[in-house]
């Protein structure tokens, strides 16, 4: 039998209201552990859900990694390069690579009788990935472009509706700038999308990918580049590396060099910003150990003083400092394992209210978010709860070495 657990159960299970000091110091000690775990975790599941909500919609505009001219990655400047069947298949046969989809961009202005805007027309083609923006679509649909043929229609966005008075159904004009004239189109409105990201809503409107290549005064067969998907986004750096190696630094048959670049090095201020959050995770994460160490600290202290008698006759009876201390390390396991409890249903009780409620709402125009978003990650609240118990009890073994200072003989006689 494991002595020092069983009296440990037994002076936590007791319910003596003569020790009036050890109480509070053990409901301060739970509470402690609680409210700095539930803060812990809700910490983590918003700032997680944050990060990949943003990430997430910045892809859904660019795809993971981008192949195109090494001049318009450069320069940001739409220079064609040919994406026919055989390119398209190459990239897809590339390890990691789950989705290719074409795509071709041209600066235009959209007028109304009273305003103009300018803006990014983006084409796509029948294989784009519309599920991103079909989820973001506030008003009308996001219709299936086509390659072949041109629908003079036209899905933007609700900051570029707004600011010209547009609604679904609407005709506008548009004018662009090539060969030294200025080439007109008329579109229906097909679709208004709202993304909460100023960067990207402020300019891009979705159209064919038919229209635009003819606007650019392009071959059929080329385009501004290809947007590529990857099955782990951890892992876009090493399928950009594949890309290097087997597409990067080739020429097309119109001359044109092939080259790559990964989201984070399209934008990477914004995921500067969003690698800077983890920072303040880890601060609050330490301040919150220290606080549930501290209170620990104490209430154990406080607990070996009032139980110095009992020390005294444990030793008497011929009980070690090391099987005491453990005692000590046991009863204190029980008030963490309570105070953590407590805290995980708090915390992750929280977490869910929000995550299915929105009960909590943000400025979207500073967070890019209406609401708090919050992620579940079950590895990280269990790695949470494991850091916690360890460091807890780690911090606590100190402490209990007081334990040894505790003589049998004066503890006895003050009895």
């Known amino acids: 039998m494991n002595l020092p657990l069983f009296i440990a159960r037994r002076i936590y299970g007791e319910n003596d209201g003569r020790r009036r000091v050890s109480r509070p110091a053990i409901r301060i000690a739970t509470a402690g552990v609680a409210i700095g775990l539930a803060v812990m975790i809700v910490s983590v599941c918003v700032v997680l859900g944050f990060k990949h909500t943003i990430r997430d919609k910045v892809i859904g505009f660019g795809g993971h990694i981008t192949v195109a001219d090494y001049m318009t990655l450069q320069h940001d ?5 040919c994406m ?14 789950t989705h290719v989809q074409r795509f071709a961009t041209k600066q235009g202005i959209l007028k109304t009788d009273r305003d103009f805007l300018g803006v990014t027309l983006k084409g796509v083609g029948p294989e784009f990935d519309s599920t991103f923006i079909a989820n973001n679509m506030e008003e009308g ?5 086509s390659d072949e043929k041109s629908s003079n229609r036209i899905v933007i966005s609700r900051i570029i509706a707004d600011k010209l008075q547009l609604s679904v159904g609407t005709r506008i004009f548009a004018y662009f700038m090539g060969d030294n004239n200025v080439r007109t189109r008329r579109f229906t409105i097909c679709g208004i999308y709202c993304t909460n990201l100023k960067h990207f809503d402020e300019s891009i409107c979705f159209a064919d990918l038919y229209t635009v290549v003819k606007l650019n005064g392009w071959e059929p067969d080329q385009a501004s580049g290809a947007e590529l998907s990857v099955s782990d986004f951890e892992h876009s750096y090493d399928v950009n590396l594949r890309l290097i190696d087997q597409v990067n630094h080739t020429e097309d048959q119109y001359g044109s060099t092939y080259s790559s670049l990964t989201i984070q090095e399209s934008y990477p201020s914004i995921f500067a910003w969003l690698n800077l959050l983890d920072l303040d995770v880890w601060i609050i994460l330490a301040l919150m150990v220290a606080v549930a160490g501290f209170t620990m600290i104490s ?7 009032e139980r110095t008698g009992m020390i005294g006759t444990l030793k008497a009876l011929g009980a070690n400092n090391r099987s005491i201390r453990h005692t000590f390390l046991w009863f204190a396991v029980f008030i963490i394992a309570k105070g953590m409890a ?14 299915f409620t929105g009960l909590i709402h943000l ?18 609240i269990i790695a949470i709860n494991a850091a916690t118990l360890a460091i807890s009890v780690i911090v606590l073994i100190a402490p209990s070495f007081l334990i040894s200072h505790i003589h049998p003989a004066k503890t006895m006689k003050f009895e």
Do not use: H
Not at 84 to 97: A, F, I, R, T, Y
Not at 299 to 305: E, K
């Open 363 to 380: 400025d979207a125009e500073t967070y890019y978010v209406d609401v708090v978003p919050v992620e579940l990650n079950i590895p990280a």
């Open 141 to 145: 649909e996001f219709p299936s472009f």
């Open 77 to 81: 400047a739409p220079y064609p390069v």
């Open 84 to 97: 026919n069947d055989s390119m398209m298949k190459v990239l897809q046969n590339v390890p990691g690579v």
């Open 342 to 355: 407590i805290g995980n249903m708090l915390g992750i009780g929280l977490c869910v209210l929000q995550r």
């Open 299 to 305: 209430g154990l202290l406080i607990i070996i003083i």
